[in-house]
């Protein structure tokens, strides 16, 4: 069996850091960048794997010494935890605990940009421990929070967007008592509308797109006294993301969108001023929108969200039958 690009890689920046005559600080130096390198680009996860014995390496080797690249040795091998596929809680934790023990010096030592993505991505971690109840929701938000007072939407507006993004998302996964239900839904929709007072359709499209959509997944959701209301600002926000999204260059996320609006258009009467006369028409429309996410989905291999589109398409076609 031969060794891997990886194996050799890995054994040949050893062996170079070992007979360099660099300094230390050189040679902890070298070993951070490779290892960025691998968590950069992964061809496999035995290469996020790789990254982190490689950070792992310069940890130990910045002892006493080096104290801010023995940070961000911590803060890369966090981020390469963070990405393996299907991290388990035992590397998450791992994850959280670099995270905790190298934003303190980052603070001390490194640029505010290299704390606030360090804040940004702790943020991520703890998110991903809430459901295992191992972090708190709030410290997920508390810590994107941090982050905003250095990603603002003038200078960062891309980490802005993803931002209140992740506290929308945070908002809603929280846990409060069924009457307090709206409350957090109402957070999160506040979120997205404040980070789109200033990312615009014309400066940023991707990130627009992105927060349109997931405001528009939001609003239907809502639990409120108005149902259709909130369907139809719904639509409105999915029309704004579909500016961006189409059919041929982001395939899935149009994908995504329109799927989204076919379950609002499912739920909404044609005319609400007259309820009886049903909602052929958008049931139709829906249908039309399954019908091409499902086709986008299955050719992308997408198998789990094709399975979903077409459960739908078995229920709406139900629901045709029996209209008025």
Request: hydrophobic share 45%; proline share 4%.
């Given at each position: ?315 709406i076609a139900v629901e045709i039958t029996s209209q008025p």
């Amino acid at each position: 069996m031969n060794p891997s690009i990886t194996d050799s890689a890995v054994k040949a920046a050893i062996a170079a850091i070992a007979s360099e005559s660099a300094t230390t600080a050189e040679k902890i130096q070298m070993l951070i960048e490779i290892a960025l390198g691998f968590q950069k680009k992964p061809k496999t996860a035995k290469d996020l794997r790789s990254a982190v014995g490689l950070y792992y390496r310069a940890y130990e080797m910045c002892g006493e010494d080096y104290p801010l690249l023995k940070a961000k040795a911590q803060v890369g091998m966090a981020g390469t935890l963070q990405t393996i596929p299907d991290a388990g809680t035992e590397l998450l934790l791992q994850a959280k605990a670099g995270y905790e023990a190298a934003i303190p010096i980052l603070q001390q030592l490194a640029s505010k940009e290299e704390v606030a993505e360090s804040q940004m991505n702790l943020g991520l971690v703890l998110q991903s421990l809430v459901p295992f109840n191992l972090a708190r929701i709030v410290d997920s938000i508390q810590a994107y929070h941090e982050a905003l007072r250095v990603f603002t939407w003038e200078d960062y507006p891309q980490e802005y967007a993803i931002l209140y993004n992740n506290i929308a998302i945070a908002y809603l996964s929280m846990p409060l008592a069924s009457e307090r239900e709206y409350l957090r839904q109402g957070l999160a929709v506040q979120s997205f509308e404040v980070a789109l007072k200033h990312i615009t359709l014309i400066d940023h499209p991707r990130e627009y797109a992105m927060l349109q959509n997931n405001l528009g997944n939001a609003l239907q959701y809502l639990v409120s006294s108005h149902p259709v209301e909130n369907n139809m600002r719904a639509i409105a926000a999915y029309d704004e993301a579909l500016k961006v999204r189409n059919a041929r260059d982001t395939p899935l996320e149009y994908a995504n969108t329109i799927s989204n609006k076919a379950n609002a258009l499912f739920n909404l009467l044609d005319n609400p001023e007259k309820p009886e006369v049903g909602n052929l028409q958008n049931l139709l429309q829906a249908r039309a929108y399954y019908q091409q996410a499902w086709e986008i989905f299955t050719q992308h291999q997408q198998t789990e969200q094709a399975e979903v589109v077409a459960q739908a398409l078995q229920e709406i076609a139900v629901e045709i039958t029996s209209q008025p």
